[in-house]
T-cell receptor, first 113, second 111 residues
């Protein structure tokens, strides 16, 4: 059974640009959550999508957005990148919303220069 | 004060030692308690989860929850160099609530 796939693995962007990250959940999983991980703040929740609807949202500015497609694949977008957006962005998939068993992808390492 | 507190370490132990990793929390509504292991350059991997208070054992790993003290622990017996990783605790109220993560403790097991 394939795990959670995130693309790309590494990304370097310039301040002010925008970026789109992709996540393919485990087959059959309908919930996708996104997290930002930094050494200073740890793992912080961005948002969760279930059945193409945003179910929960963390405390991040509107520059961070996401969506989910009918096949449960999800994308997140960050516009007007700032240096502080440099982080590891992790996607987690689970069978349903609020499921305690969440499976993480390997993440996308975003560096903003 | 953060909702979940976890000492970042690093915690360095010799191979074969018993390791104790801990988290404290402030929200008494938490009912589900999880432990994740994260190797360098990888995503977190769910090790164990428990509901409410009590112990749960899985091989060399034991998770312990004390809700009265708002304190959870992960014990690793006969630690191996391959256990070297960052261990994150996470807690949830259940239902549709999203888990809250600790910052993680870096564990180094040296041969």
């Amino acid at each position: 059974k394939a795990g959670v796939t995130q693309t790309p693995r590494y990304l370097i962007k310039t301040r002010g640009q925008q970026v789109t990250l992709s996540c393919s959940p485990i087959s059959g999983h309908r919930s996708v959550s996104w997290y930002q991980q930094t050494p200073g703040q740890g793992l912080q929740f961005l948002f969760e999508y279930f059945s193409e609807t945003q179910r929960n949202k963390g405390n991040f500015p509107g520059r961070f957005s996401g969506r989910q497609f009918s096949n449960s694949r999800s994308e997140m977008n960050v516009s007007t990148l700032e240096l502080g957006d440099s982080a590891l962005y992790l996607c987690a998939s689970s069978l349903t919303t609020g499921d305690t068993e969440a499976f993480f992808g390997q993440g996308t390492r975003l560096t903003v220069v | 004060q953060k909702e979940v507190e976890q000492d970042p370490g690093p915690l360095s132990v010799p191979e074969g030692a018993i390791v104790s990793l801990n988290c404290t929390y402030s929200n008494s509504a938490f009912q589900y308690f999880m432990w994740y292991r994260q190797y360098s350059r990888k995503g977190p991997e769910l090790l164990m989860y428990t509901y409410s208070s009590g112990n749960k054992e899985d091989g060399r790993f034991t998770a312990q929850v004390d809700k009265s003290s708002k304190y959870i622990s992960l014990f690793i017996r006969d630690s191996q160099p391959s256990d070297s990783a960052t261990y994150l605790c996470a807690m949830s109220r259940g239902g549709s609530y999203i888990p809250t993560f600790g910052r993680g403790t870096s564990l180094i097991v040296h041969p």
